[in-house]
């Protein structure tokens, strides 16, 4: 089987320059007011309503959307910009997140009318935030094994199962939720039958439980349904359609300079910390992790382009996150090994958070040893 596997060459132009100079000197005036402290993992960590709704203010929110529901009609690579200086710079943006990444593009693509006048402008100002539901207590990432169900009422649907891995569901205010809208032995196979919803994670029959993180610190919950309705008109999409709806949005997913930024803010840190003339050791691997770093950077913008031109890379998506988590999770590892506990508390602060963070890094989106079967098959080896 020929491979569909395709990386354009790619470079970002010149007009880009003008927002990422905007979005930089928005970042470098709120860490200078002491609005927050750059940290690591913070798209998924650092949930601040305040600073999202500012980002929302400045127009740095819905790049891409259509104007008519709020949104600025950029490019792709104009986001893509925005999205690498707020990674960066260690900013507190996981409120927006989910949201702006991929459940305003899903909404955008398959929503009806109400739903995108309902959600798509409040979207655009950081006014709301969404939160992902996939994933499932015993199905691993085996993500057509769900066993979530919604069962056709009057006026709407009744919802019933649990979601895991669920960020920030305890702040947020929607996910969009798949769910089987038609037993597998009657839909002819398990990649059928399924339907996307936008539940309100406020509903009656919503129970919200917290999935702690090593460190006690808690962004992941797991989410349990019991009759929860929702109205018709929040279906997303067409009834049965879930899968390819899925299979899409994982290209938002997976693709993103989040899946290599991830602990950028320590990887810069541990250059200033080894300093102007580092031993030849220190010079030798920061200096492959940082060719490394730029080399995921041209890949990750070739999907962006491919993204731009209305493609889903979704195989290209997912070799991106597995060598991307990969990095980021070694960086922490390069970082303990370069440099001696206590000399810099700051530095001891971010390899902290780091390591404590980095189990999780192979796990959203896809296990590595998931992704790499989904490359092995369309290079035609599996």
Same mark, same amino acid.
């Given at each position: 089987m020929a491979s569909r596997l395709s990386f354009p060459d790619a470079a970002l132009p010149s007009s880009t320059e003008e927002i990422r100079?905007? *979005?930089?000197?928005?970042l470098e005036a709120e860490i200078a007011a002491g609005t927050y402290?750059?940290?690591c993992d913070t798209w998924l960590s650092g949930h601040d309503a305040d600073f999202s709704r500012k980002l929302g203010a400045n127009g740095f929110l819905g790049l891409t959307w259509p104007k008519?529901? &709020? &949104?600025?009609?950029?490019?792709?690579?104009?986001?893509?910009? %925005?999205?690498?200086? !707020? !990674?960066?710079? @260690? +900013?507190? *943006?996981? +409120?927006?997140? *989910?949201?702006?990444?991929q459940s305003g593009p899903g *909404? #955008? =693509? /398959?929503?009806?009318d109400a739903l995108k006048e309902e959600l798509i402008p409040q979207m655009a100002a950081g006014e709301i935030y969404f939160s992902i539901g996939m994933s499932e207590p015993d199905s691993g990432s085996d993500l057509a094994s769900i066993r979530s169900t919604a069962t056709k009422v009057d006026g709407g649907w009744l $919802?019933?199962?649990? =979601?895991?891995?669920?960020?920030?569901? /305890?702040?947020?205010?929607?996910?969009i939720v798949l769910v089987r809208t038609q037993p597998i032995a009657e839909s002819g196979g398990k990649h059928n039958g399924m339907s996307q919803f936008v539940m309100d994670l406020r509903s009656s029959g919503v129970e919200v439980r917290p999935i702690r $993180?090593?460190?006690?610190?808690?962004?992941?919950?797991? %989410?349990v349904m019991t009759d929860v309705f929702v109205p018709d008109h929040m279906m997303l @999409?067409?009834?049965g359609n879930g899968w390819n709806q899925v299979v899409g949005e994982l290209a938002f997913e997976r693709s993103g300079p989040e899946r290599y930024l991830s602990t950028y803010p320590l990887l810069a840190a541990l250059i200033d910390a080894v300093g102007p003339e580092p031993s030849d050791e220190a010079a030798a691997e920061i200096g492959l992790l940082v060719a490394r770093l730029a080399g995921l950077r041209r890949l990750c913008v070739s999907v962006a382009m491919s $993204?731009?031109? &209305?493609? #889903?890379?979704?195989?290209?998506?997912? #070799?991106? =996150?597995? $060598? @991307?988590?990969?990095?980021? &999770?070694?960086?922490?590892?390069? +970082?303990?090994?370069?440099v001696a506990p206590g000399r810099i508390e700051r530095f001891d602060q971010l390899v902290a958070d780091s390591v404590l963070s980095a189990p999780g890094f192979t796990l959203r989106g896809g296990t590595n040893e998931i992704l790499r079967g989904i490359v092995a098959r369309e290079l035609g080896v599996r």
């Open positions: 100079l905007r *979005i930089r000197a928005f402290v750059p940290s008519q529901y &709020g &949104g600025h009609e950029r490019s792709a690579l104009d986001r893509f910009v %925005v999205v690498e200086e !707020l !990674l960066a710079h @260690g +900013a507190p *943006i996981a +409120a927006h997140w *989910i949201t702006d990444r *909404i #955008l =693509k /398959h929503g009806n $919802l019933n199962g649990t =979601k895991v891995w669920t960020s920030q569901a /305890h702040n947020n205010h929607y996910f $993180l090593l460190s006690g610190h808690h962004h992941f919950n797991e %989410v @999409g067409v009834e $993204l731009d031109a &209305g493609r #889903l890379p979704v195989t290209e998506a997912a #070799l991106v =996150k597995d $060598l @991307g988590t990969r990095l980021e &999770g070694e960086i922490p590892e390069v +970082a303990r090994r370069l």
